[in-house]
């Protein structure tokens, strides 16, 4: 059974910075590609951040492009978020998820865990 744990969310003023962390288990994560999905109060869930399993290839939302950095450690099955000059539309719901066939779509999610960016 795949588990995505995500941690590391919480209340930041505007500018300020969060490390968000995902624990995966039940997967070949190592052959996994993994990503970082957001969904504010009444919106639809948007795409932030995806890594290849290697790590050597990333890519992000316009949104975030020089404010979020994703990485992961294979050793550890984990991967992270990065996020620094946070602003308040950055506040939502942010999911981890995997996928076992590319990041074009993801199979397996966490439950997520909230970043409340205030101004």
């Known amino acids: 059974q795949v588990q995505l744990v995500e941690s590391g969310g919480g209340l930041v003023q505007a500018g300020g910075s969060l490390r968000l962390s995902c624990a995966a288990s039940g997967l070949t994560f190592t052959s996994s590609a993994m990503g970082w999905f957001r969904q504010a109060p009444g919106k639809e869930r948007e795409f932030v951040s995806a890594?290849?399993?290697?790590?050597?290839?990333?890519r992000y939302a316009d949104s975030v492009k020089g404010r979020f950095t994703i990485s992961r450690d294979n050793a550890k099955n984990a991967v992270y978020l990065q996020m620094n000059s946070l602003k308040p539309e950055d506040t939502a719901l942010y999911y981890c998820a995997a996928s076992a066939r590319g990041w074009d779509s993801f199979e397996y999610w966490g439950q997520g865990t909230q970043v409340t960016v205030s101004s």
């Open positions: 890594s290849t399993w290697s790590g050597s290839m990333t």
